[in-house]
């Protein structure tokens, strides 16, 4: 079976997506994302000016060789734009591979270790009051675990409330003092509100320093969290002995590595609980599984990023990784715009229990409906920009 064709779909259907449409000669295609929030049109460039010419003629079968090619012979390996490219490709390999033998793609990776995926929603709240009441509704459409993130007194639009809109970076004002003074008594309302059945989870993003994570970490071992994710910038990794020296607070990294060399260290040490790369980042289904397998040797639990930028496309391949990854974690679920639905059909659902279902189509089961993204066309956009109290730039 080979590829005839293959073309770059971009469409901003509440916000930007770039998808992968790969077909061949047996009249069937596939469809894979290669969504990188903020950056979208460099990954474009590198797919239609560099990937897409490589790829018209080969065997649309050769998945591990194709993977291989583009990463090895590109030169300059790794790094998001590259590997979000790589993803793309390798997920719409995938899908074609599952659709030509007729089987959702979790039977293709092995089969299903479950039957369902744990998954966790965002409660945000410009105030506690204001988040305590997001938390119910939620408890009330069934959910078991819940991210908690919350304004902070004297911080305006802290991360997690506030959303970025279209247009140049809006910029954000953070201060670590009021931060830690604030999130330990946070946490520990919900949870006394929510009593101990609830899983709880808290996302710092990167935004304090190693001692200060050390300390929080510490502080909040009575709320008894599911995990404290992304506490410090993950580029030295070695601070992540710090702070397990002084807690035994879950912790869960990995949202932004490309690689497994961007986590090899964090779980040969175990000094992570989960490892949150998703296919889109991280080179595809082929080298998640590699990573899951890795992490597994450790006791390390998988849980894809699955922020509204992750497409449902991206979204469809997580979940059916996640009916077949024996040490399957928990799955990120943020949702997407409404308009998203006018754009993609997913096979995948919420059960309305605390768990996603993968669905049983074959391939991935998500497509996209071209004549459909065509009524939104990309709209230039960015994350925003973060300065503390006194100007200086800080991590976002």
Known sequence: MKITAARVIVCAPGRNFVTLKIETDAGIHGIGDATVNGRELSVVSYLQDHVVPTLIGRDAHAIEDIWQMLYRGCYWRRGPITMAAIAAVDVALWDIKAKA??????????????????CYPHARGTDLPALLERVAALRGEGYRAIRLQCGIPGIGDSY???????????EQVWDIGKYMRFAPKMLQAVRD???EEVELLHDTHHRITPIDAARLAKEVEPVNLYWLEDLVPAENQEVYRLIRQHSVTRLALGEIFNSIHDCRELIQEQLIDFIRVTPVHAGGI????RIADFAALWQIRTACHGAGDMSPVTFG???HFGRWVPNFGIQEFAGHPREAAEVFR???SYDGDGHLLSGEAP??????DEAAAERFPYRRSYLGNVRLEDGTAWNY
């Open 193 to 195: 509100a929510v009593g």
């Open 317 to 319: 391949a997580a979940l």
């Open 160 to 170: 997690g409330v506030k959303r970025q809109g279209p247009g140049l970076p809006e």
């Open 346 to 348: 997913c096979a995948w």
């Open 101 to 118: 033998a007729g089987m959702p793609l979790y039977q293709l990776l092995g089969g299903a270790s479950r039957s369902r995926m744990l």
């Open 363 to 368: 391939g991935h089961g998500v497509e996209i």
């Open 286 to 289: 082929t080298q998640v599984r």
